[in-house]
């Protein structure tokens, strides 16, 4: 008996004891292959040492000091480091303890920003489906998830929300990538003449999906056509790279692959690399120079924003995922992780597809790979998934929903960043195990019960 109010009432989940490189060991000493680095989150693996010694560090001199009267050197060096990696001109860094906190703060400041320039009837967000932003109340709003959505719909804003741009769910066969992704970034448009351009404060994204679609890429170009768009009517582009971002995708902020620049970025996860709880929204001088220039004052705040140690800790992240050769890393890793999946699962009867960039990969699981036909969303495979995988000693994200919120699942891989070779095969052999044995298990169920 537990009296943690957990994520499920009726989980009996293991005890973790101690981590060591990409494994997790419970308190019976099983280890565990941590292949999704819990939620894309520990991206350099568990107990590094340079990052333990700066944690160490920072606690040693001072551990706490509040935004409101102090500002402390770790936090601007923080602020200083990623304002410097940080394309274009998103120079400015407010510093939170999460993804959905750097949201909700990008959502704030959007809002104020037009306030600031006397444009008040601005009061929308458009945002796509099966998108996922973050579970505080605007967050969840924007995001496009009707399943988490559903329970706290009265409490919502009202936001609009167009297609993801999901080549293997939605591209026509007649049509080749480009213009399939050119059509999607179309409905923006199409949208915003629709609700009235005048009346948009912003348009939200993830550059690649994570948790409810399971590592999809935009077609090139996707993203060129959104800013095009954006720019043209005045609305701001903010990019959610929480999950997808801080080199997980193979490069630091994952826009600089889509060859764009955000008005607002925010970031989190692999920003901490789980050592201590961080998240980020930066914007890009324009936004910040008109409330500089004019009220002066954000009107919006958090206890523990901007907190030394976890400052601290980040920087210790940074110089290790900033450089080139971790980023090339990533890239090479990712590209062996691909290969070793198709290898074992591209002629799986129940496979449909195999995507992703960098360390961020998905896998969705079908019931008929012609059709693209998903299993019964009464079958509960992700969970099935998920508990076959510990068995076997890896841990990964499996999620329903995957197609339109209810029917479809899918598995996101997003191990450390430190992964070799050999662990890769390691992982694909037991992720492939799995699969096989919940969905053939799975599938004869269905056909018994039709």
């Known amino acids: 008996m537990t009296h943690i109010f957990q994520r499920h ?9 101690r981590g060591e490189g990409v494994y997790l060991f419970d308190q019976h000493g099983k280890a565990y292959l941590d292949a999704s680095g819990g939620a894309a989150v520990s991206c350099l693996g568990h107990n590094h040492p340079a990052i333990r010694q700066a944690l160490h560090q920072q606690i040693d001199q001072l551990s706490y000091a509040h935004s409101g009267f102090f500002h402390t050197q770790a936090s601007e060096q923080l602020a200083d480091r990623l304002a410097e990696l940080a394309p274009g001109d998103l120079n400015h860094v407010y510093l939170v303890s999460g993804g959905s906190e750097a949201v909700e703060s990008a959502l704030k400041l959007a809002r104020q920003y037009f306030v600031e320039i006397d444009q008040p009837q601005r009061q929308c967000f458009i945002s796509r489906r099966q998108s996922y932003h973050g579970n505080t109340l605007g967050a969840l709003a924007v995001g496009g998830n009707a399943l988490r959505r559903a329970p706290f719909a009265p409490l919502l804003m009202p ?21 399939y992704g050119q059509r999607m970034a179309n409905e923006l448009e199409e949208r915003l003449l629709a609700v009235g351009p005048e009346t948009v404060i912003a348009f939200i994204a993830e550059p690649v999906v994570g948790a409810t679609a399971g590592a999809v890429t935009a077609e090139l170009g996707y993203f060129k056509r959104i800013r095009e768009i954006c720019d043209q009517y005045g609305v701001l582009l903010i990019l959610d790279e929480v999950m ?10 994952a826009q600089e692959q889509e060859g764009i620049v955000a008005d607002i970025v925010t970031i989190a996860k692999g920003l901490g690399a789980g050592y201590q709880p961080i998240g980020a929204m930066i914007a890009s001088s324009k936004i910040y120079d008109v409330i500089d220039q004019g009220s002066g004052f954000f009107q919006h705040g958090h206890t523990y924003m901007g907190h030394a140690v976890a400052a601290a800790g980040s920087l210790a992240v940074l110089d290790i995922i900033g450089q080139q050769e ?3 890393g990533v890239m090479r890793a990712g590209d062996l992780l691909q290969q070793s999946l198709t290898n074992k699962l591209f002629d799986h009867t129940f ?7 960098g360390l961020f990969r998905g896998i969705e699981i079908v019931k008929d790979k012609d059709s693209k036909t998903p299993f019964s969303i009464n079958s509960r495979l992700h969970t099935k998934v ?14 329903s929903g995957t197609w339109d919120g209810e029917q479809g699942h899918h598995i996101l891989l997003a191990p450390p960043f430190i992964i070799n070779d050999d662990e890769i095969e390691v992982l694909a052999e037991k992720m492939a195990t799995t699969i096989d044995y919940v969905t053939q298990q799975e599938y004869k169920n269905e056909k018994n019960y039709a």
Do not use: N, W
């Not at 496979?351 to 960039?357: A, E, S, T």
């Open 244 to 253: 997808c971002g801080m080199g997980r995708t193979g490069s630091l902020f």
């Open 351 to 357: 496979v449909g597809d195999i995507r992703g960039r």
């Open 159 to 179: 936001v609009e929300h167009i297609s993801p741009c999901f080549a293997y769910r939605g591209k026509s066969p007649e049509e080749t990538e480009f213009d």
């Open 386 to 399: 998920k508990a076959k995988a510990m068995e076997h000693g890896l841990m990964c994200y499996p999620m």
């Open 9 to 17: 009432c009726h989980a009996q989940l293991p005890i973790a004891t």
């Open 326 to 328: 971790t980023l090339q």
